[in-house]
């Protein structure tokens, strides 16, 4: 059994056996549709998991130079690359070390596209298009809502690109189940079926939460499978992140202090803003081991950060016994869009990363420290 207090507070544990659980999942849907499935580096970025990912996914997908460089480090497989604009003194770089590039625009694709086969003739040029489809329910994480500056809309499509690219991608999806999916696929050949036949592939982008326990996985095969006959069997991508690290670790921080103003609060060596930052961002309550809802146990906290933001505020918790200085609070699923997005705000430590291996090995395999935040000020 894992046991928390020997872990440093705050850390991410990774468990690598939940982790290997929603790979093979991953890996059924390749296995029984033909489709590829690349890792989205945006969601889950742990490079010490890289060689285990790397065992069932065909590759990473970036988002900009960096993103493509760690993948071309850590993963192996394909890399594909796209950014909503690329910079001129970057494009070299990300098409020496890219199996694919994904231009936002025509405009952009007319720009680097002679550049890039030059340098790399093997890379695979596509052009990302917005369906305008979207039922995604938070704006903030909306692709495809109105005044998106994501994709080419088809009355911005350029028919000249068509002798440039050898596949289309769109990415519409937060958090979605296949009825979402195949919405989107209606949108997408709708407007854009007329240019599927002379390409190689169609990425559908990420989103799919294929690894969530209410996940239709059949019907994705199916869907896959259908829009693969319907167009010759075509090559047809996934890049999920939040899939890949979903339910895979928590984090583990302590509570430092406990205190009263017009309600009980604690206050926690971790911090909304700067470590859960979907939390405040999405909004969404993070689930807490052994907590229910305000109310619904005998001592309800609100729990809190240790930074001097007022709004570091994590949410409102019930608990059966009282909270005490040095008790854990485990906040579950934090494992996808946290570490990924953490700030050093306020100078507040980055939790440790965590893995737990497959024997139940436990492994510290990062510290942060004072000189994580110095590094970015000058
Ligand atoms: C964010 C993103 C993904 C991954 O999305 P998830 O919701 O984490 O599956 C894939 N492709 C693109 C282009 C993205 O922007």
């Known amino acids: 059994m894992l046991n928390y207090n020997d872990l440093p507070s705050p850390s991410y544990v990774c468990d690598l056996s939940r982790l290997e659980t929603n790979l093979k999942i991953l890996e059924r849907v390749k296995e029984r549709s ?18 285990l990912v790397s065992r069932y996914l065909d590759g990473a997908t970036a988002s900009g130079l960096h993103e493509a460089t760690l993948a071309k480090e850590y993963m192996r497989g394909e890399v594909h690359t796209y950014a909503p604009a690329f910079k001129a003194e970057e494009i070299v770089e990300i098409a020496k070390i890219s199996d694919h590039m994904v231009f936002n625009t025509p405009s952009q694709l007319k720009l680097f596209a002679q550049e890039v086969k030059r340098v790399n003739p093997k890379v695979s040029l596509s052009l990302r298009v917005n369906p305008e489809f979207s039922s995604s329910p938070v704006d903030l994480y909306k692709p495809c809502g109105i005044y998106s500056r994501l994709g080419t809309t088809l009355e911005n499509f350029d028919e000249t690109v068509l002798k440039l690219v050898d596949g289309l991608n769109f990415h519409a999806l937060c958090e ?6 195949e919405g989107v696929l209606y949108a997408f050949e709708e407007k854009f079926g007329k240019y599927i036949e002379g390409l190689k592939y169609v990425n559908f982008g990420g989103g799919h939460h294929i690894t969530r326990e209410d996940y239709d996985v059949e019907s994705l095969i199916r869907v896959i499978k259908e829009f693969r006959s ?24 302590t509570v430092l202090d406990v205190m009263h103003n017009g309600m009980d609060i604690a206050i926690l060596d971790t911090s909304a803003e ?19 809802v305000a109310g619904s146990k005998p001592y309800t906290y609100r729990l809190g950060g240790n930074t001097c933001l007022a709004g570091d505020i994590m949410g409102d918790y019930a608990f059966d016994q009282p909270l005490k200085v040095g008790d854990k609070v485990i906040f579950e699923d934090q494992i996808h869009y946290t570490f990924v997005k953490n700030t050093t705000f306020n100078g507040i430590k980055l939790p440790s990363l965590v893995l737990v291996h497959q024997n139940g090995a436990v492994e510290v395999v990062k510290d942060f420290g004072y000189e994580d935040y110095k590094m970015r000020l000058s």
Do not use: C
């Open 230 to 253: 319907r167009h010759n069997n075509i090559e047809v991508y996934l890049e999920p992140g939040e899939a890949v690290g979903w339910q895979t670790g928590e984090l583990v921080s």
């Open 176 to 181: 979605q189940n296949v009825d979402a999916l």
């Open 34 to 51: 033909g489709v590829k499935i690349i890792l989205a580096l945006k969601g889950f970025a742990m490079w010490s998991t890289f060689d």
């Open 274 to 292: 700067a470590h859960m930052p979907d939390t405040l961002a999405m909004p969404y309550r993070a689930e807490v081991r052994g907590s229910g």
